[in-house]
């Protein structure tokens, strides 16, 4: 079956540990979005480090787009993040989620 192209877009701040489950499951998924963006509102460099290693496996681009940690300001990086998808199919997800092996695939179904 031919499913339209995606971007998986997912909004993290400061909990890598989640995140990390996060990825793992999008690496998983049975069909893969076309690209991962990361929108990162200000999180330490620990969460950079844990992108940075997901990046030389990731088996689609994995995109992380940060600004400074000048309070909440989730909204203003999201719409950063919506802005640099390739794809007009995007796919929103908090950043505390594991998806199930089929959740890319039945969004596209």
């Not at 007009?88 to 998806?99: A, F, P, Q, S, W």
């Amino acid at each position: 079956m031919s499913y339209p192209r995606c971007t998986l877009v997912t909004p993290t701040y400061n909990w890598p540990e989640a995140l990390e489950l996060l990825l793992l499951s999008t690496m998983n998924q049975t069909v893969l979005p076309n690209e991962v963006i990361i929108a990162d509102d200000g999180s330490r460099d620990d969460t950079k480090q844990l992108i940075e290693s997901f990046q030389k496996v990731f088996p689609v681009p994995l995109i992380h787009i940060w600004h400074q940690d000048i309070k909440n300001r989730k909204p203003s990086i999201m719409n950063q993040a919506i802005g640099k998808a390739k794809f007009d199919y995007i796919v929103e997800i908090d950043g505390d989620i594991i998806m199930n092996k089929h959740f890319i695939e039945d969004h596209l179904s």
